[in-house]
């Protein structure tokens, strides 16, 4: 049993995106299974507190979300 799980920040996420792939823009023969259509990342909006910034698989773009909503998924990862 693993306890280091935690939420990636923006940037790690973006470092997944294949940006020439497209639903979803990860890169070919990722190992990924089933992969949603938005992960919610660590980093809160400087702008307003209560959003953070959400990857949009799909296209690989990048938005905030409202905390406060289940739009989207935790993608976690272990600390290295």
Do not use: C, Q
């Not at 299974?33 to 307003?48: C, F, L």
């Not at 507190?49 to 989207?72: E, H, N, Q, R």
């Amino acid at each position: 049993m693993h306890t280091d799980w935690r939420l990636p920040n923006i940037r790690e996420l973006e470092s997944l995106v294949d940006i020439n792939s497209h639903s979803p823009a990860m890169p070919p023969n990722h190992p990924f299974a089933r992969i949603a259509d938005g992960y919610w990342s660590s980093t809160t909006s400087v702008y307003e507190p209560s959003y953070a910034w959400v990857l949009y698989s799909l296209d690989g773009a990048i938005g905030v979300g409202y905390k406060a909503k289940t739009d989207f998924y935790a993608w976690a990862v272990r600390r290295s």
